[in-house]
């Protein structure tokens, strides 16, 4: 069974945890173990999260697979969005599952939600930046129709990176 929840503020300390995790699993092996230890500690604070739970244009979701949570997801409109892509976008800025729970399809469920979301509040454009050597998400992002709209970079550290920004088009219903 697949479920996903809209996460509040109670919520906090397993978004804080399973942020952790997920990022760690995901970029770990592609990062300075210091700078790595660095940025989570500073970007999955229970504060900067409870911050980000607290505005009104971001929404995040737990996705659970038979009663166990399994990853989440983050969405932001409006002044929210990192980037100024589109004034009618929506951004996916994290996407995350644990890697116990990968290749089940939860992914896929989490994105479908994003763009229903987006369509439900009239949206025109999904969006999201994705690290360029993160060859699975590239992959299944492409595969779902996105398409390379730009870049900007990501610091780990003193370490450059660059997030690819990809977009799709919706269209209305």
Do not use: C
């Not at 990062?31 to 900067?48: F, G, I, V």
């Not at 409870?50 to 969405?75: C, H, M, P, R």
């Not at 890697?99 to 989490?110: C, D, E, N, Q, V």
């Amino acid at each position: 069974m697949i479920e996903i929840k809209k996460i509040d503020l109670k919520d906090v300390e397993n978004l804080r945890q399973l942020s952790i995790k997920t990022f760690s699993d995901t970029f770990a092996k592609d990062n300075d173990p210091e700078d790595l230890q660095h940025y989570l500690s500073t970007a999955y604070t229970e504060e900067k999260l409870t911050k980000e739970l607290k505005n009104k244009e971001s929404e995040f979701y737990f996705i659970y697979k038979d009663e166990q949570l399994a990853g989440y997801l983050k969405l932001n409109v409006g002044n929210a969005q990192t980037e100024k892509i589109d004034k009618n976008g929506m951004e996916i800025e994290r996407i995350y599952v644990d890697a116990t729970f990968k290749r089940l399809g939860l992914g896929r469920k989490l994105y479908e939600m994003a763009e229903m979301r987006a369509t439900e509040l009239g949206k025109k454009i999904l969006w999201l930046g994705v690290w360029e050597r993160n060859l699975p998400a590239l992959a299944f992002y492409k595969k779902l129709g996105f398409v390379h709209l730009g870049q900007h970079s990501f610091f780990m550290g003193e370490d450059e990176q660059i997030d690819l920004i990809m977009g799709k088009e919706l269209h209305a219903e």
